[in-house]
């Protein structure tokens, strides 16, 4: 059931309703191609340039790449704006001028035509949309990244009904195959040695797709979180939905920046930071599997109970293997801080330390890793943490930037430690950014069990 795609227009730009994907092998194939010729072509300019004495910057570069990248992607939509945004969270790993291009990522894609959203209803369920519902909006109310959301009313319900983007689940593997080679060569690693962690992330993407796994976690996260105070989880209805339709109630509430334009008293700030941290820290050690995308636009922040956060999104889930837990919990010990022969030695299980490092480098790693580990397990070691001082997340920032400066760790063409952590780092700075954005003071003590 693939559209027919091969007359992709050359340039739809953003806001037009698409009526057409270009979802074709073919059609991504050229589309990719050309995005890497052309980031090729402005690194020659660019060396050329330098070369000829003219006073270039990196940066212009990296705008300039960035602009092709994100042209590129915005056509493909799917699976791969999740990377770009997974990358424009991490801001550490990628220059700033990649990681403001594709922050934008999740409100640039045009939305869906009404007849490709009826489509998707009649492909599952052999109704449309205005027959399963007693009244469902034809205009997306928002965007997603996959898929789009749109309003609807049942039994005097208000229902959110995410729709799914056709042909991303079957095209996912192919995709990931068009950006890898343009990825790796920007980023200058080799293809079998990030095998494992583009692994990881492949099958969180793939899962993505499946909204019946994002209802089923959703509903058994929900569950097992319904004794957090100030939380609120939509309702699903199960047969209301498909594999890529998924049908729940629609929350009350304001996304993160809207929400603090409305100027919240500290005190909400602080009960809703605290139920993000509850909630986060109730994931990570006792469910021992975490909503893995806390990006502004999965939670939807109220000022009413002094403070309520509506928490969307469960098509990234990371389950955390027994030991992979043990492990993290060890390195954020502060016992591990002050005994660099337990560091060394978690951090070779972890992976990140090899028996065969010169000591040079063995003791680079140990250092920039003890930084890391203090800095990210600060929050821990105090029975409050004010998060508002944004000194903390400049650090955090900074800190990744300072290790791309290192010459010797730059040489190293394998990223290091457990593909596990991908998804565990990404969880923490997603939280830590949140609650910094938020401005909220945190009861952290005694989060992490020892
Ligand atoms: N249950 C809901 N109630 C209200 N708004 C919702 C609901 N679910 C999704 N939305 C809106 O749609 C947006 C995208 O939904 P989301 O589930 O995060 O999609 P994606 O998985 O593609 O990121 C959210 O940021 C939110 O604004
Ligand atoms: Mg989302």
């Not at 019946?212 to 939905?241: C, D, K, N, T």
């Not at 049908?247 to 605290?274: I, S």
Request: glycine residues 6%; aromatic residues 8%; proline residues 7%.
């Amino acid at each position: 059931m693939q559209e027919p795609l091969d007359q992709v227009p050359a340039d739809q730009s953003a806001g037009q309703p698409l009526s057409s994907l270009p979802t074709t092998k073919v059609a991504r194939a050229a589309r990719f191609a050309k995005t890497g010729l052309k980031v090729g072509a402005n690194y020659v300019k660019h060396y050329a340039k330098r070369a000829a004495g003219a006073d270039v910057s990196t940066e212009d570069l990296h705008a300039a790449n960035a602009a092709e990248l994100y042209g590129a992607l915005s056509q493909m939509k799917g699976s791969v704006l999740k990377v770009a945004q997974m990358l424009a969270m991490e801001k550490n790993i990628l220059p700033a001028a990649y990681a403001e291009q594709f922050a934008q990522a999740q409100y640039q894609t045009p939305p869906l035509s009404g007849p490709l959203v009826s489509k998707a209803f009649r492909d599952a369920f052999g109704k449309s949309p205005y027959e399963l519902f007693d009244e469902f909006e034809p205009q997306a109310r928002q965007a997603a990244s996959i898929g789009q959301v749109h309003f609807a009313r049942q039994a005097g319900r208000a229902l959110a009904v995410k729709v799914q983007y056709p042909g991303v689940a079957d095209s996912i593997r192919s995709d990931i195959r068009l950006v890898k080679p343009v990825a790796l060569r920007v980023l200058g690693l080799d293809e079998a040695t990030v095998r494992p962690y583009l692994q990881e992330v492949e099958t969180r993407l793939l899962e993505e797709t499946d909204y019946a796994l994002e209802l089923r976690r959703g509903e058994a996260i929900a569950a097992q979180s319904r004794h957090l105070p100030h939380l609120e989880f939509a309702r699903y209805y199960p047969e209301l939905s498909a594999a890529r339709i998924l049908t729940m109630d629609w929350l009350p509430g304001q996304h993160l920046k809207e929400f603090l334009a409305t100027a919240p008293p500290q005190a909400v700030r602080n009960q809703l930071g605290q139920a993000l941290w509850d909630f986060y820290m109730h994931q990570l050690h006792t469910l021992r599997q975490v909503h893995a995308d806390p990006h502004p636009g999965n939670f939807l922040l109220r000022a009413e109970h002094g403070g309520t956060v509506g928490v969307l999104d469960f098509g990234c889930v990371k389950e955390i293997p027994a030991d992979v837990h043990r492990l993290f919990t060890a390195l954020l010990a502060p016992e591990t801080l002050a005994d660099e022969a337990r560091l060394a030695a978690l951090l070779e299980e972890a992976g990140v330390l090899r028996p065969q490092d010169p000591p040079s480098l063995r003791e680079l790693y140990l250092r920039t890793l003890h930084d890391s580990l203090t800095l990210v397990g600060r929050p821990f070691r105090q029975p409050a943490f004010d998060f508002g001082d944004p000194a903390f997340m400049q650090a955090l920032y900074a800190l990744g930037d300072n290790l791309m400066q290192q010459p010797e760790l730059r040489q190293q063409r394998e990223p290091r430690g457990s593909e596990h952590f991908i998804y565990l780092n990404r969880t923490y700075v997603g939280l830590y950014a949140l609650l910094t954005e938020l401005g909220a003071t945190v009861r952290t003590g005694a989060a992490v069990p020892s």
